[in-house]
Nanobody, 124 residues
């Protein structure tokens, strides 16, 4: 059974950093592009970043470009999101997702599996 488990969220002051992790199991990890999405209270879920199975391609939302970095460790079946220079508008639940055969898709309907999310709160 495929399982994605996010961790690393928490409360941080504006300008600070967090590193999110997503541990995957039950799938051939390197065959999946991995993405991060987030959802603020009362808002729709939005794309944050994605990385292809080989890590050759990455894709970022304009709002996080230059501040966030997505990476993956295929041997450890884990994808990461390093978040720097955090802003209050980055607050939300961050979700990890897996896209079989993808190369870094931003459209959430293309993703096959989703984690339960981890809360990130950035105070001003």
């Amino acid at each position: 059974q495929v399982q994605l488990v996010e961790s690393g969220g928490g409360l941080v002051q504006a300008g600070g950093s967090l590193r999110l992790s997503c541990a995957a199991s039950g799938l051939t990890f390197s065959r999946y592009a991995m993405g991060w999405f987030r959802q603020a209270p009362g808002k729709e879920r939005e794309f944050v970043a994605a990385i292809s199975g080989s890590a050759r391609y990455t894709n970022y939302a304009d709002s996080v470009k230059g501040r966030f970095t997505i990476s993956r460790d295929n041997a450890g079946n884990t994808v990461y999101l390093q978040m720097n220079s955090l802003k209050p508008e980055d607050t939300g639940v961050y979700y990890c997702a897996a896209d079989q055969g993808g190369v870094g898709e931003s459209r959430e309907h293309r993703y096959d599996y989703w984690g339960q999310g981890t809360q990130v709160t950035v105070s001003s």
